[in-house]
C-alpha cells in the first residue's frame, strides 16, 4: 500500500515546509496563549542563562577548556583557564572563539560542535554547523592568535571525523566525493593529511565497506607522545581496532567486535567488554566486565579484570587520564566513582572508591591525559550538582556548587520495581510529595535503547516548573537502556524490542496501581529512541496514558533505515528489509499500527528541520496520519537545533515551556 504521506519526507520541499508551518501556526497559537507559557520561558531561560551555572569543562595540559552560553553570548563562547584558576570562585577566562561575533561577520547562523586539539593545544581543529545538524565544516584554529588559520587544514560541510596527530598531520574521515560514505552517511575512507599537502594527496590509510556504520578517526594521548587510532564499525555496536605502531604501520588489535575501547594509561589498554570473551587458555572475562592489558603485549595479551559487576550493576562512564583510569559504576541505578591506578613495578592494578555523597549519580567530567587531575560530578533528583576535583591523590575535593533552583522541602525520591509482561522486575524512580499527597498529575519519562541508562539527575525545569506546582516525576529503567550492563540492553534488542515497550507501560500501570497517579493524569515523554517508545505505548496502551510528549522521534520503523542515519541502527532494530525482522517490526511500528477508530491521548510531537540524524519525518508523518484519522495530535517543528531540537538557549526555553503548558493542561496540573 502507497504511503499517502511521504511527500512529507522531502524535508525542504516547498509543499512541506508550508504543511510545517501550518503546523507550528497552530501548536504555538494554542500553547503561547496560555497564560503560564510566558513567565515558564522566562523562568526557564533564567536557569540556561544564569551565571552561577557550574562552567562544566575538558581538561587539556595545563588548562580547563569550557563552551559557555548565556544572553550575552546565545551562540556561545569557547574559553579556556588554567587549572589552578579554575578552582577559585571566578576564574579569569580568556576568550577563545566568539560564535556570534563570528556568525554575524560570517552571516552565518554557527552552532559550535566542538574542537579537537594538538597534542600542546596551541592548534586546533574546530567543528561548525549550520543550524546545529550533524554535517559540519572543520577549520583550523591557532589558539595563541586567536584566528582561523588561513591556510591550515579546513575540510568542507559533511559529518566529518577528525584527530590531530601532531602539529603538523591529522586523521581524518569526510565525504571524498561519491562511494567515499557508508549507507548510514558516515565516512568510510580514514585519510592521513601532512600540512603542505593539498587533500587530494592526503594518503589513504583504512577503507570500511558501505554497508558499514562508520570508519572514524581518533588519538590515544600519552606523555610518550600520540598514538593514531582508527575505528572500523561493522555495525553500532561492534568495532574494529586499527593502531599505528612505532614503525609506521598498521595494526589490527585482536579483541573481539563487541570489546568498547575506552582509552589508554601508562601504556595498558583500557577495555569494556559487550559480550563475554573467552581467552586461549578457558578463561572467560564475563560480559560487562572492565579490563585492561599491556599495549606492547596486544598481540597476546595477559589481561587484567579491573571489575567485574555483578547482575544489577553496571559499569556507566570510563575515562583514563595520564596516571589513573576512572570509572563510574552503578549498582541498583546508583552511582560511585571508582579510579584503578597501573604500579608498573610490581606489573599489578589497585582500585580505589573515590569519597563522594551517596544516594545520587557520579559522573565523570574530564581526565587530564597530561597531568594527574580528574574532575566529577554528583547530582541526585533533589540535590544540585556539585564538582569534585582531584589532584591524583584519589581525595576528591568540592569547588563548585550549583544553587539550589526549587523548593524541595516536602519532596520525597522513591524507588519501585513494576512486573513486566514476563515477569522481569523494572526498577523506576519517583519524584513527588510525601506519599499521603493522593494521586497526581505525573510525567513519566522513558528511554530504554542504545544501552543508555536513566539514571538519578537534577532537572531543575521539572523541580521549578512541574514538581513544585504538586506534579510528580517518575523515570523507567526498563530494558533496552545499560542500567544493569549489557545484558540489560541486549535483553531489548532487535526482535526482543517489544520488552521495552511493555516495561514501560508496566510502570505506567503500576502507578496507577499505588496510587501514584491515574491514566489521566498520566503523561509520558521521551526523545529520539524515547520518541520511538512513547509513541509505541501510545498506539499499544492508550487506556493508560492522559497526554504523550514525542520529541525527535523515530516512529515509521518500516522506512527508518532510509531516513537520515538510520541505517546505522540496524544493529539496534534489526532491518526491515529483513522478512523475519520486518514481520517483528510490523508489530509495533507506530506509524503502521495507530488507527482512527481508537481514542488515543492528546500527543504533541517536537522535531527540528534541521535534524539530519533522526530527521523532522518521523514526527511529521505521525502527526498528518493521526490528524488526518480525527486525533489530537500537536506538531511543533523548529527549524534549528538538530537532533537536539533548539541550537541555543532561547531555543530550548521555548521548546520545554510549550512542553510543560502542553502536559499542564492535558493532565490538569
Known amino acids: 500500500m502507497t504511503d499517502p504521506y511521504l511527500w512529507l519526507e522531502d524535508v525542504h520541499g516547498e509543499k512541506a515546509l508550508a504543511w510545517v508551518k501550518d503546523q507550528n501556526a497552530r501548536a504555538l497559537g494554542l500553547l503561547k496563549a496560555d497564560p503560564d507559557y510566558a513567565p515558564d520561558y522566562d523562568t526557564l531561560l533564567a536557569f540556561m542563562d544564569a551565571d552561577d551555572r557550574i562552567p562544566y569543562g575538558a581538561l587539556r595540559d595545563r588548562y580547563v577548556f569550557n563552551f559557555w552560553q548565556d544572553a550575552r553570548n546565545p551562540k556561545g563562547i569557547w574559553r579556556r583557564t588554567t587549572i589552578a584558576d579554575y578552582a577559585n570562585p571566578a576564574p579569569a577566562w580568556e576568550t577563545l572563539l566568539d560564535i556570534d561575533r563570528l556568525s554575524a561577520d560570517e552571516h552565518e547562523s554557527w552552532v559550535f560542535l566542538g574542537a579537537a586539539c594538538a597534542p600542546a593545544s596551541t592548534r586546533c581543529l574546530i567543528s561548525l554547523s549550520r543550524g546545529g545538524g550533524d554535517a559540519r565544516v572543520v577549520r583550523e584554529f591557532d589558539a595563541g592568535s586567536k584566528c582561523f588559520v588561513a591556510d591550515g587544514f579546513h575540510l568542507p560541510e559533511a559529518k566529518s571525523d577528525v584527530a590531530f596527530i601532531d602539529d603538523n598531520t591529522i586523521l581524518f574521515g569526510t565525504d571524498f566525493g561519491e562511494g567515499s560514505l557508508t549507507t548510514s552517511g558516515y565516512p568510510r575512507i580514514v585519510k592521513l593529511w601532512h600540512r603542505g599537502e593539498a587533500i587530494g594527496d592526503a594518503m589513504t590509510v583504512l577503507e570500511g565497506k558501505a554497508e558499514d556504520v562508520a570508519v572514524s578517526a581518533g588519538v590515544l594521548r600519552q606523555p610518550a607522545g600520540s598514538i593514531p587510532i582508527i575505528m572500523r564499525a561493522p555495525s553500532f555496536f561492534e568495532t574494529e581496532y586499527h593502531l599505528k605502531g612505532p614503525d609506521g604501520a598498521w595494526v589490527k588489535l585482536d579483541v573481539p567486535l563487541s570489546a568498547a575501547l575506552q582509552g589508554l594509561t601508562h601504556g595498558q589498554l583500557v577495555f569494556t567488554l559487550r559480550e563475554a570473551w573467552t581467552q586461549r587458555d578457558g578463561m572467560v572475562l564475563p560480559k560487562g566486565a572492565l579490563i585492561a592489558f599491556a599495549l606492547k603485549d596486544a598481540a597476546r595479551p595477559r589481561i587484567a579484570v579491573l571489575y567485574a559487576p555483578g547482575p544489577r550493576a553496571s559499569v556507566e562512564e570510563v575515562a583514563t587520564g595520564r596516571d589513573a583510569v576512572y570509572a563510574a559504576i552503578f549498582e541498583n541505578v546508583v552511582g560511585s566513582i571508582r579510579a584503578f591506578r597501573f604500579d608498573a613495578s610490581k606489573d599489578a592494578w589497585t582500585g580505589t572508591k573515590l569519597d563522594l555523597p551517596p544516594a545520587g549519580s557520579t559522573h565523570i567530567v574530564s581526565t587530564n591525559d597530561d597531568g594527574p587531575e580528574a574532575q566529577f560530578r554528583f547530582e541526585s ?286 493532565l490538569g496540573l
Not at 537502556?481 to 516495561?503: I, M, T, V, Y
Not at 488515543?600 to 540524524?613: E, G, H, K, N
Open 381 to 666: 533528583f533533589l540535590i544540585p550538582n556539585t564538582l569534585y576535583a582531584d589532584d591524583g591523590s584519589d581525595h576528591p575535593k568540592a569547588i563548585k556548587s550549583a544553587p539550589s533552583r526549587f523548593d524541595a522541602r516536602g519532596l520525597v525520591t522513591e524507588q519501585h520495581e513494576a512486573v513486566s509482561t514476563d515477569g522481569e522486575k523494572i526498577p523506576y524512580f519517583v519524584v513527588r510529595k510525601a506519599a499521603s499527597a493522593g494521586s497526581q498529575p505525573t510525567i513519566l519519562y522513558g528511554y530504554g535503547g542504545f544501552e543508555i541508562s536513566q539514571t538519578p539527575r537534577y532537572w531543575e525545569s521539572v523541580g521549578k516548573i512541574w514538581l513544585a506546582r504538586g506534579g510528580a516525576l517518575a523515570v523507567a529503567n526498563i530494558r533496552g537502556g545499560g542500567e544493569f550492563g549489557p545484558a540489560w540492553h541486549d535483553a531489548a534488542l532487535k526482535a526482543n524490542r517489544q520488552k521495552s515497550f511493555d516495561d514501560f507501560a508496566a510502570v505506567a500501570a503500576d502507578l496507577s496501581r499505588r496510587g501514584i497517579t491515574t491514566p489521566k493524569q498520566l503523561g509520558i515523554m521521551g526523545g529520539s529512541n524515547g520518541g520511538l517508545l512513547v509513541s509505541a505505548v501510545m498506539v499499544q496502551h492508550p487506556e493508560l496514558l492522559g497526554a504523550v510528549v514525542c520529541q525527535v522521534p523515530l516512529i515509521d520503523m518500516i522506512r527508518y533505515t532510509q531516513l537520515g542515519a538510520g541505517a546505522s541502527w540496524i544493529g539496534e532494530y534489526g532491518d526491515p528489509a529483513d522478512p523475519q525482522m520486518r514481520a517483528v517490526i510490523e508489530k509495533y511500528s507506530p506509524y503502521q499500527n495507530v488507527k482512527a477508530d481508537v481514542k488515543y491521548p492528546p500527543v504533541l510531537f517536537v522535531t527540528a528541520t534541521s535534524d539530519d540524524r533522526v530527521t523532522p519525518v518521523h514526527a511529521r508523518k505521525m502527526a498528518a496520519k493521526m490528524l488526518e484519522q480525527g486525533h489530537d495530535a500537536l506538531l511543533y517543528e523548529n527549524t534549528e537545533g538538530g537532533h537536539a531540537a533548539a541550537a541555543d538557549h532561547r531555543q530550548a526555553a521555548e521548546m520545554w515551556a510549550l512542553t510543560f503548558v502542553y502536559l499542564k493542561r492535558e
